[in-house]
């Protein structure tokens, strides 16, 4: 077992309190120590990801699904009863956190089948802080502009000219 070094922090009593009551009952067995472990860990990735657009600008990679483009360090989440599982988009493809490429459809259905990758897959944008489910990110996508025709400059003539 790996020794992990520690060095202690001070923090108001009667908030690590009321945090510590407020996870025993939404996340009982976590120990406050891990939960705020993991609430540094997933606040430095954002910063980290959002530092690297600041320098690196939007990445070139990623994949287009439909009409939503999800550039390459995009999380996609689904769950299934207590399962939760994880993707990443990497350069061009979706890989699951066992490294195995999919489809967002082969990516919702891994433990039920029929369902609708839109409704069931959650995502989270590099930079971003919050998870947004596909289908509501697909509804407020751009479309992209509707190819625009030359108007006719003369007028057409509609009069009958056949037989009455």
Known sequence: MDHIAKRPISLPISDLLELELHLMAMRPGLKLEDFITELLNHWLQVQKERLALRQDGQPMHGIQWKNLFLPAGTRLRTSYQATTEFAKVVGNRILSDEEVPMTPSQFANRHAKGRNAWRFIWLRFPGEENWVRAD?????????PKPSFPRRREPIDLTFRGKA
């Open 136 to 144: 509501d990110c697909r509804a407020n996508s751009v479309s992209p």
